[in-house]
């Protein structure tokens, strides 16, 4: 299996939104994307699927020297061999990867976060920079597409912490806010059991109203000039948007469900922001 391969196989079996966004990408473009898509699934499964946490942390220890020895030329993975000859033409740097790894390391440091602006670290350097890598691939022109680009990683990492509350939880692991969790009285252990109420429908309202500020806010940030060029990212807007109204929908049950959209919907709604530049 040549890197190629491998990175492609590894986003397909994702099952990731992010994945039909690539589809619309010219041959080049849809390449580097999917290496580093195939790059940021490597790190962050090293975190969900390693259950020992000192194992866990030599693993991230062992990506962060593949990284520098890969910058060296000197690359091993197949992922990082089928990234690094797109790093120059993208401005991919190591810095980058690195922060990526960061992001994945606290979450082996902490599975709590006392506020808001401690979760933001956290989604800067798993959500934001990928943001940012990311529309220097599409074909970011404008320094303004930068804040655009961790404002829209910041809406996307929201929605995923909404969709996965219940997944996170039976992990040990509370991503909303340690003081909205006060603030709405839901308890901590009350989540940790799965334990649906009023009140926790009420949090996952205010998240949700959060994170589609986050899109609209993001969205007017995009200069005119970038908006052709970015729109894959503006597909997986799309994508995220619709699943957190089909989490509203659901009366936010989130706690024993994973709530999806359809392969089927997720193209369409791709191909219609592809078409028509709407965002649903």
């Not at 690094?84 to 992001?103: C, F, N, Q």
């Not at 990311?134 to 929201?158: D, M, N, R, S, V």
């Not at 729109?231 to 659901?250: H, V």
Request: proline share 4%; aromatic share 10%; glycine share 4%.
């Amino acid at each position: 299996m040549t890197p190629e391969q491998y990175v492609q196989n590894k986003a397909v079996a994702s099952g990731s939104s992010f994945y039909y966004a690539f589809l619309f990408l010219p041959k080049d473009r849809r390449a580097a994307i999917t290496a580093f898509y195939a790059f940021c699934r490597e790190v962050d499964d090293v975190v969900d699927e390693i259950v020992d946490p000192a194992l866990a942390h030599t693993k991230l220890a062992w990506w962060q020297s593949e990284v520098a020895k890969a910058f060296a030329g000197q690359p091993s993975h197949p992922v990082m061999k089928a990234l690094m000859p797109h790093t120059a033409p993208y401005s991919i740097e190591a810095r980058h990867l690195l922060a990526v790894i960061d992001g994945c390391q606290m979450d082996l440091a902490q599975n709590r976060y006392l506020d808001f602006a401690g979760l933001q670290r956290y989604c800067h350097l798993v959500a934001g920079i990928v943001g940012e890598v990311a529309a220097h691939i599409f074909g970011q022109t404008q320094p303004e597409t930068t804040a655009y680009a961790h404002k829209l990683g910041l809406a996307f990492q929201l929605t995923n912490i909404i969709r996965d509350v219940g997944e996170d939880a039976q992990r040990g692991r509370i991503y909303l806010p340690m003081s909205e969790l006060q603030q709405f009285d839901v308890k901590a252990h009350a989540l940790l059991k799965r334990e649906d109420s009023s009140n926790f429908q009420a949090l996952m309202q205010f998240q949700t109203q959060r994170a589609l500020g986050l899109y609209d806010e993001a969205l007017a940030m995009l200069p005119a000039a970038d908006r052709r060029s970015q729109k894959p990212g503006l597909m997986m807007a799309s994508i995220y948007r619709t699943l957190l109204k089909e989490i509203a929908l659901s009366n936010y049950q989130v706690l024993h469900q994973r709530i999806s959209i359809t392969p089927l919907r997720k193209f369409y709604l791709a191909w219609k922001t592809q078409a028509f530049g709407t965002i649903s």
